[in-house]
């Protein structure tokens, strides 16, 4: 059975750092990921191209974006080569001082203090910058922040993005030479599809690509992960098989790191806790304390036909409407209308008939805008997506399914994508754009949202109460077998995670030494 110092399984934001970091302290490093590796030209023009854009194997799609669907929420998420990077909206922000001091990790260290320069690495490392680029709606959010005497709490938003001349390849800007070439953004909205021109900071071009290029980590693409078992002589057996089928895989590590996700990780573990020889005596927590970010994503498309809301990067713009919570425009590339098939009239409220009373009522009220709504060619150039997020902390608990995952409210009121201000916000664009306000139909007929920052499942904590893993993010019993990824982030932090998730991964790797000369050799 071949050896490794460290197997990483998957490959987003907290299994690239881990790659990186543990390559570069001397240990031999095998990364598992079941998505493949994609180039510019694998990505898809437009999400209508669903073998190239969906994640649905069994069905031959092999792109890089998965919806996932349960009880509670609908969850987004990327597969492939560098994760949720690969369709994520770029943006890097650093969560305020409650996140750092609530949730099961709050007293067992000075969060704030402790991660600060790992979120300065990781900033570097992601090439955060400020957007440049001032969209139509980011126009229209800021119109609206001014008329609410909220001007302060706008701006445009730090993404990982290169702001290079549009078109030009230069050579690698980033890493003394060490990265890849790359090209500059031409602000066309497909940050979400997958950059097809090169100039979004993908974890493929940086971390997993020093990993791999510079330091030996191996990459082992179109491969899941399916079982994590301690070995009779210390370390742990890993059993997984090809994506797409062929022959069961085992390899020996004195390392594991869980980097899956929360749907990937999460399902891992409780596979493992009812796996006889995996881990039995895993924490009960696992697949407790599930969050997401509270959000309301709400459609207004414009009745004119020659509008065009494409241009810029996906989130270019934010304000905070309050402490705990604020709203980004979101855009996608022109010809990227696959949407349109699953959204209804937007109706919030509790109950169905109330729902459905309300869409009905939203129609009457505008039909013409409704019938362009409906009728529109392009859809994404003529609709901003409203993305509304606050950190509110009702917790979900997931489970073995039959289909997978399956979630039940666990603590406080359950997801909702009923949220009063993020309708009125949306109403409030809807006049500026001579639009017809809608949402996706799991929120219309069901009230059930949908994230693309679904958190926890194995948060940090004592072992004798709510954690998973510790504050070093090893799994409690269970030395050597780590957790570094969304599952493991413990509170709420009301903004895109991935910097968060990044900067965790890095001060974990930064805990463990330098390869020893006595490790066994691979």
Avoid at 367 to 387: C, H, Q
Wanted: charged share 20%.
């Amino acid at each position: 059975m071949q050896h490794f110092d460290a197997i990483v399984v998957g490959s987003g934001f907290g299994g690239s750092v881990s790659a990186l970091r543990l390559a570069e302290k001397g240990y031999s490093v095998l990364v598992i990921e079941q998505g493949r590796r994609f180039e510019p030209g694998d990505l898809p023009k437009t999400n209508w191209d669903l073998r190239r854009f969906m994640w649905q194997p069994q069905l031959g799609m092999t792109g890089p974006f998965k919806m996932s669907f349960t009880r509670h929420v609908t969850v987004l998420h990327g597969i492939g080569v560098g994760g949720g990077s690969l369709v994520y909206a770029n943006t890097l922000p650093v969560p305020e001082k409650t996140f750092f001091e609530s949730g099961s990790w709050a007293g067992l260290r000075d969060w704030e203090t402790e991660l600060a320069p790992h979120y300065a690495t990781a900033q570097r490392m992601l090439g955060a910058a400020r957007n440049p680029h001032a969209g139509i709606t980011d126009t229209v959010l800021a119109e609206i922040a001014e008329e609410r005497g909220q001007s302060d709490q706008y701006r445009h938003t730090d993404v990982g993005v290169f702001f290079g001349k549009p078109g030009v390849t230069v050579p690698d800007p980033y890493f003394d030479g060490k990265g890849p070439d790359r090209t500059g953004c031409h602000f066309c909205g497909g940050c979400m599809l997958g950059c097809q021109h090169g100039a979004k900071n993908t974890l493929d071009k940086n971390y997993l690509w020093l990993a791999e290029k510079h330091h030996g980590a191996q990459i082992l693409p179109e491969t899941r992960v399916s079982a994590v078992r301690p070995a009779r002589d210390g370390g742990y057996e890993v059993i997984a098989e090809p994506t797409f089928g062929g022959e069961t895989l085992r390899w020996h590590a004195d390392r594991v790191v869980l980097s899956g996700g929360v749907m990937g990780t999460t399902e891992l573990l409780l596979r493992m806790k009812a796996d006889p020889e995996g881990l039995p005596a895993l924490s009960d927590r696992v697949g407790e304390a599930v969050r997401t970010n509270s959000e309301s994503i709400i459609g207004v498309t414009a009745r004119d036909p020659s509008a065009d809301f494409t241009r810029g990067v996906a989130i270019g713009s934010i304000l905070h409407t309050d402490a705990v919570s604020h709203l980004e425009p979101v855009r996608y590339s022109a010809g990227a209308g696959l949407y349109r098939l699953m959204v209804l009239p937007h109706a919030p409220g509790k109950s169905l008939p109330r729902r459905l009373a309300a869409s009905l009522g939203t129609m009457v009220r505008h039909p013409r805008r409704a019938l362009a709504a409906m009728t529109v060619r392009d859809w994404s150039k003529s609709t901003a997506i409203l993305l509304y997020m606050r950190a509110t902390e009702g917790q979900l608990a997931f489970r073995l399914g039959r289909f997978g995952l399956a979630s039940r409210v666990s603590q406080g009121d359950p997801p909702t994508a009923s949220i009063p201000e993020a309708s009125e916000l949306a109403e409030r664009f809807a006049e500026k754009l001579d639009g017809f306000v809608v949402s996706m139909f799991t929120e219309t007929l069901a009230n059930i949202p949908t994230t693309a920052h679904i958190l926890g499942g194995a948060c940090i904590g004592d072992s004798g109460s709510d954690g998973v893993i510790g504050a070093d993010h090893q799994v409690h019993g269970y030395p050597g077998l780590y957790v570094c990824d969304g599952a493991a982030v413990s509170a709420n932090p009301g903004v895109n995670p991935s910097l968060t998730i990044t900067a965790m991964a890095e001060r974990a790797m930064s805990l463990l030494p330098p390869r020893g000369p006595d490790s066994r050799e691979s």
